[in-house]
């Protein structure tokens, strides 16, 4: 049994894992990184410790096997990262030098925390939220990411967004077979340069 609810500054640990055990394409990223909270630096811890209102967990008898985290409004959250979330982890991070085709995964990481990602303004302004979902693989299959997302986005059409948009792995077919399914739109030129490698996908509400 499941039960779905908001994220807790004290779920941050197994937050952090999740995101760490789905960081390569869907898959066990552990191998690649020596500090197991960069992934998670970036795609979830943020949003439980500024954004807990819009995230939800999936807890069953183990633990948190599964989030759904995101903001409605990326620009704004984009913004406030700027001003209160990279500033600590760039004094802790170096921002890695040379070619990028030597960078370890945590070096990559290091470079994303020091130069973070604006999403192009043609994105947000169709669909202006934006989400990051993960689930372990006990939980994988049973309709948890479907009750998830389907959720938060009742949630934020109760708020007034009109639209969510989200970045897949290229590998990942899974994710990318699901987000199909669940009424999500693949983003193609000239939403998205011809030269990204992730996947982009938008859903209007």
């Known amino acids: 049994m499941q039960i779905f ?3 807790r500054p004290d779920d941050l640990d197994q937050i952090y894992a999740i995101s760490l055990a789905t960081g390569h394409g869907g898959k066990d990223a552990r191998h690649l990184y020596r500090d197991g909270r960069m ?19 999936a807890e069953d008898e183990l633990g948190i096997a599964g989030y759904i985290v995101g903001a409605y409004d990326t620009s704004a959250f984009e913004a406030r990262l700027e001003r209160e979330w990279w500033p600590a982890l760039r004094a802790e991070y170096a921002d890695p030098t040379g ?7 945590g070096e ?16 947000v302004e169709a ?3 934006h989400i990051h979902m993960n689930l372990m693989p006990r939980l994988q299959g049973q309709g948890v990411g479907s009750r998830l997302l389907e959720q938060w ?7 007034g ?6 970045g897949v792995n290229a590998g990942n077919q899974g994710g ?3 987000w199909s399914s669940r009424g999500f739109e693949r983003l193609l030129p000239p939403l998205v340069p011809a030269t990204e490698i992730s996947v982009w996908f938008g859903r209007t509400l």
């Open 5 to 7: 609810r908001n994220a």
């Open 127 to 129: 669909y202006p939220a």
């Open 39 to 57: 992934v998670g630096h970036i795609y979830s811890a943020p949003y439980v410790v500024l954004n807990p209102e819009m995230t939800l967990v």
């Open 108 to 123: 990559g990481r290091s470079f994303a925390i020091h130069h973070p990602r604006t999403m192009w303004a043609e994105i």
């Open 153 to 159: 986005v009742s949630e934020a059409c109760n708020a």
């Open 99 to 105: 070619e990028p085709s030597t960078w370890t995964a």
């Open 161 to 166: 967004v009109r639209g969510i948009h989200l």
């Open 176 to 178: 990318l077979n699901f």
